[in-house]
Structures are given as structure tokens and as C-alpha cells.
């Protein structure tokens, strides 16, 4: 299985602020995921990360509100900006893992903005 | 486009009750990929188990099993002997492909499954 891990666990932002979240994965790989959950609810996918090219973001979700950077093949960053109490979620990066193989998780970042 | 339905929301049984997890797909795809995981109250995805839309074998893991059937789009999950636990939400998901940009995930709403002792 992969290791997945992400920075900060957890947080508590004011309204107006941004908050940049990291994901470190345990091997090369091109595409990673950012997924947002919302309280109670499923995960949605927000982005998909492909090294060396732009962000592809689906439906209901923006490059100036989430913007994503892929600076290398293991490591990822998703930016919350301008924060609203409505995104409150965790949010939460996932890789596949090798050919054939299935796509692992990170623990999620719950993130409260009040 | 592709979806997956839950449509049970939440489930309660008593411990050593056996109890089944219902998940119905819609793809157009003829090739496919479908997922259970598992989210406990500490809050990570748990992968559970992979299954392909070419292969419709039953599998067996533990007191775990999965029973796919491409004729009814469904991919249930049951539980035997069901423990505290096994409470947790799980989710059934379902990917076009393994690698690359269509190997992101489609997921059901959830059901949360709570075992009494």
C-alpha cells in the first residue's frame, strides 16, 4: 500500500484567510488527486494533479479558489483561499498506487473556518 | 457520466448479525473499476477492495465478501459476524481506469454502519 501524508492534520482559519495543504506521497508518481469532503457528506473530487502541467478541475471548482501546485512527482500543495465557513471539510489528497494497483488516501486535512 | 448510488443511508445491527451493503453503479463504460472503502470515526479511507468489470468472481476475505453482478449494476458487500468495530461509513466507488486522469473516483453518497455490542 502507498504512504500518504498530509500537512496540517487539522486547522481552525478565519473568514477571509487561505490555508495551503501538503501532501507528501512515498514514491514517483504522475497523478494525484485532491478530494473534498464536506460534513456528513461524500467526497467529491476537486482536481486532478499532473506533474509538469496545469491542474484539471472539475465541475464547480476553480483554479482562483483552490489553486494546486505539482512541483515534483511525490509532493503536492491545495490552497483554500479566501475562506468561507462553507468550506469546512476535510480535505483529503489520494495517488494510485503502481500499475494494476488501487488509489490510497491520505489522512485528510479537517479544516474549520469560522 | 457515471454514478453510484447508496441508497441505504445508515444501518444498525447488533454484533455476530450478519449485514449487506448495497451499491448500484451507472457507467457506459465497458471497462471499469469498482471500490469499497471503509472511513472510521478517526476519519481515514480505508481501501477495502478492487474489483474489474471483467472479472465477476465472487470473493471472500475474512468475515468480508462482495458479490459483483454485472447483470444488475450492483456490488454488495456483506459483512459476517458483524463486531463494533466494523462501525464505521463505507463507500462503494467507481473509476473508468486504474492509471492516469480517469483512475479518479466516482463515490456513493455512504452508509454509515454502526455495531452494538
Known amino acids: 500500500s502507498a504512504v500518504i501524508s498530509q500537512k496540517p492534520s487539522r486547522d481552525i482559519c478565519q473568514r477571509g484567510t487561505s490555508l495551503t495543504i501538503q501532501c507528501q506521497v512515498d514514491s514517483q508518481v504522475t497523478m494525484m488527486f485532491w478530494y473534498r469532503q464536506q460534513p456528513g457528506q461524500s467526497l467529491t473530487l476537486i482536481a486532478t494533479a499532473n506533474q509538469g502541467s496545469e491542474a484539471t478541475y472539475e465541475s464547480g471548482f476553480v483554479i482562483d479558489k483552490f489553486p494546486i501546485s505539482r512541483p515534483n512527482l511525490t509532493f503536492s500543495t491545495l490552497t483554500v483561499s479566501n475562506m468561507s465557513p462553507e468550506d469546512s471539510s476535510i480535505y483529503l489528497c489520494?495517488?494510485?498506487?503502481?500499475?494494476?494497483?488501487?488509489?490510497?488516501f491520505g489522512p485528510g486535512t479537517r479544516l474549520l473556518v469560522l | 457520466a457515471q454514478k453510484v448510488t447508496q441508497a441505504q443511508t445508515e444501518i444498525s445491527v447488533v454484533e455476530k448479525e450478519d449485514v449487506t451493503l448495497d451499491c448500484v453503479y451507472e457507467t457506459r463504460d465497458t471497462t471499469y473499476y469498482l471500490f469499497w472503502y471503509k472511513q472510521p470515526p478517526s476519519g481515514e479511507l480505508v481501501f477495502l477492495i478492487r474489483?474489474?468489470?471483467?472479472?465477476?468472481q465472487n470473493e471472500i476475505s475474512g468475515r468480508y465478501s462482495w458479490n459483483f453482478q454485472k447483470s444488475t449494476s450492483s456490488f454488495n458487500f456483506t459483512i459476517t459476524a458483524s463486531q463494533v468495530v466494523d462501525s464505521a461509513v463505507y463507500f462503494c466507488?467507481?473509476?473508468?481506469?486504474?492509471?492516469?486522469?480517469?483512475?479518479?473516483?466516482?463515490f456513493g453518497k455512504g452508509i454509515t454502519l454502526s455495531v452494538r455490542p
Open positions: 466507488a467507481l473509476s473508468e481506469a486504474i492509471t492516469g486522469a480517469n483512475s479518479k473516483l466516482t
Open positions: 489520494s495517488r494510485t498506487s503502481g500499475e494494476g494497483e488501487t488509489q490510497y
Open positions: 474489483r474489474n468489470s471483467f472479472d465477476e
